[in-house]
């Protein structure tokens, strides 16, 4: 089993920006894929960035270049560094891992972008 847990989301004005961290612990040495997630209200969850199994950061669909996955030679912990705010970045941001075929969630970080 696996524990994550987010921290550093908050309450931001737009064109600002946030530095999150996801801690792992527990069986971390078995987690193939890792990655940020988040859920704006009345949507659904999507890929922000992942760490694959052979270690290579690929980015959801709708990320651009103001976010920056990045974690040192260790699995954990993991930064997502977002930079440039806008509103619409506003969301729960999960860190989520694998092991085989189950999938392990934290409770998730709000950030809000408001001015």
């Known amino acids: 089993q696996v524990q994550l847990v987010e921290s550093w989301g908050g309450l931001v004005q737009p064109g600002g920006s946030l530095r999150l961290t996801c801690v792992a612990s527990?069986?971390?040495?078995?987690?193939?894929?890792m990655g940020w997630y988040r859920q704006a209200p009345g949507k659904q969850r999507e890929l922000v960035a992942i760490?694959?199994?052979?270690?290579?950061?690929h980015y959801g669909d709708s990320i651009d270049a103001r976010f920056t996955a990045s974690r040192d030679n260790a699995k954990t912990p993991m930064y997502l560094q977002m930079n440039s705010l806008k509103p619409e970045d506003t969301a729960v941001y999960y860190c989520g891992c694998a092991i085989t075929s189950t999938v392990y969630w934290g409770q998730g970080t709000q950030v809000t972008v408001s001015s």
């Open positions: 527990g069986n971390t040495r078995s987690i193939t894929n």
């Open positions: 760490f694959t199994s052979d270690c290579s950061l």
